[in-house]
């Protein structure tokens, strides 16, 4: 149980266009998911904590115009990286909140971004 | 021995030996640790945690230390195997007021296991 999946597992794009990354709690539902960002070599750094039906909250100094996260329903999240540059590289990761049983946050299994 | 890299310590052992890597943390006010295991290109994988309010928990193979005194946290890791290498990072548990939690990520280090 506690799965949380992420799509794509990587990906490529060009300077200046956007790209999305779904992250979604399998077997329980999550009001709560959050996103981190990882950089080689570093560890997880917190970017945003995603609330269903309402708006995210971001960590200080993360742009939320460059990162637009929805959290449309119970087991969906999305974080859409806006006009991506080469600096926004790095391995996005998202979890889920399971606030029925376990109190507990699930990781997903990463999304690596390359900007081209 | 122990080893400093650009970014992230490195633990190199032998494999049938015992590991143990430390942390230090910041806050007093973290109400869990937990210790996560991350493999090249995977998420986080929840290993063990402790409260706050406990000095040792154990695991299967895994004993986890705090001491609150010098706000410092060690994960030792008994008879290690190949399947260990990975790096290895402790996050502080902040329980939000209005329930949920926050998770704070330290350096981490990377457990290399020699055969």
């Known amino acids: 149980g506690a799965v949380v999946s992420q799509h794509p597992s990587w990906v490529i794009c060009k300077s200046g266009t956007s790209v999305k990354i779904e992250c979604r709690s399998l077997?329980?539902?999550?009001?709560?998911m959050f996103w981190y960002r990882q950089f080689p070599k570093q560890s997880l750094m917190l970017m945003a904590t995603?609330?269903?039906?309402?708006?995210?909250?971001?960590e200080q100094g993360v742009e939320k115009d460059k990162f637009l996260i929805n959290h449309a329903s119970l087991t969906l999240s999305t974080l859409t990286v806006t006009s991506a540059h080469p600096e926004d590289s790095s391995f996005y990761i998202c979890?889920?909140?399971?606030?029925?049983?376990?109190?507990?946050?699930?990781f997903g299994p990463g999304t690596r971004l390359t900007v081209t | 021995g122990e080893s400093v890299g650009l970014h992230l310590p490195t633990l190199s052992v032998q494999e049938g030996d015992n590991s143990i890597i430390n942390c230090a943390y910041s806050?007093?006010?973290?109400?869990?640790f937990i210790w996560y295991k991350q493999e090249s290109g995977k998420g986080p994988q929840f290993i063990i945690d402790?409260?706050?309010?406990?000095d040792k928990r154990q695991g299967q193979r895994v004993t986890v230390l705090l001491n609150k005194t010098v706000k410092h946290l060690s994960l030792q890791i008994a008879a290690t195997q190949p399947g260990d290498s990975a790096v290895y990072f402790c996050?502080?548990?902040?329980?939000?007021?209005?329930?949920?939690?926050?998770?704070?990520f330290g350096t981490g280090t990377q457990l290399k296991v020699e055969l």
């Open positions: 806050n007093s006010a973290s109400d869990y």
């Open positions: 995603s609330n269903e039906g309402s708006k995210a909250t971001y």
């Open positions: 402790i409260r706050s309010n406990m």
């Open positions: 996050a502080e548990k902040y329980i939000l007021t209005g329930g949920g939690n926050k998770l704070t």
């Open positions: 077997d329980f539902q999550a009001t709560t």
């Open positions: 979890s889920a909140y399971d606030d029925s049983y376990t109190y507990e946050q699930y």
